[in-house]
């Protein structure tokens, strides 16, 4: 393309797709973080503050990133199937634009209500494991601020497969209980398992995000 800079002003959503056609020698990507969540924002520690902003690109600071790829798309923050995946897919561009993360939150409410399970087989470098869910990440935040994965980083040249086995109600609130105090990767029954690659297969359709 022979341009050196290009600048994204938007939220995760809007970097992922920007990276997706970057293509094998990339220019330089400044995010100003204009959207819901900001995951890349809390990840990198990159402020909304145009002047700062403006002077942050003029420095010239970088940071080299190793993006994951999945399905041959690529993402610099997290890759996942079940329970969140599933909420996700559910939430409408109207009920996001209105109603912001709380879209997210209701969705949650009204999805773990229904009580619907899903049965994955996660493979990590030859080893299979039953699960619920999975977040594949690259980023030790998850949904915010949240952590998911300590070790991950978008610097670092692996993936963290995060594992939760359980599909329950129960097993749902313990798990979102942990994430919001940071501590989902201390539970017993939670696997953190560093890797390059990672297969998950499914008896029925299910969604990634």
Request: no cysteine; proline share 6%.
């Amino acid at each position: 393309t022979g341009l050196g800079l290009i600048v994204a002003a938007g939220g995760d959503g809007t970097v992922n797709e920007i990276v997706e056609g970057l293509g094998a020698d990339p220019p330089t990507l400044a995010v100003l973080p204009l959207g819901t969540a900001n995951v890349l924002a809390a990840e990198l520690g990159l402020t909304d503050d145009p002047q700062r902003f403006a002077a942050a690109v003029a420095a010239g600071r970088t940071v080299s990133a190793w993006p994951g790829e999945v399905n041959g798309r690529n993402f610099m923050l997290m890759a996942s199937v079940g329970f969140d995946a599933e909420v996700v897919a559910a939430v409408t561009p109207a009920q996001k634009h209105l109603l912001g993360k709380a879209a997210y939150v209701l969705v949650a409410l009204r999805l773990w209500l229904a009580g619907r399970q899903t049965a994955l087989r996660v493979t990590i470098d030859g080893a299979t494991y039953p699960a619920a869910g999975v977040v594949v990440s690259k980023s030790r935040f998850y949904g915010g601020r949240f952590v998911l994965a300590p070790e991950a980083g978008i610097a670092v040249p692996r993936l963290y497969a995060v594992l939760m086995p359980g599909g329950r109600r129960r097993d749902r609130l313990r798990y979102a209980w942990a994430t919001l105090w940071g501590r989902l990767h201390l539970l017993a029954d939670v696997l953190v398992i560093p890797t390059r690659e990672v297969s998950v297969a499914s008896d029925e359709p299910a969604p990634v995000q």
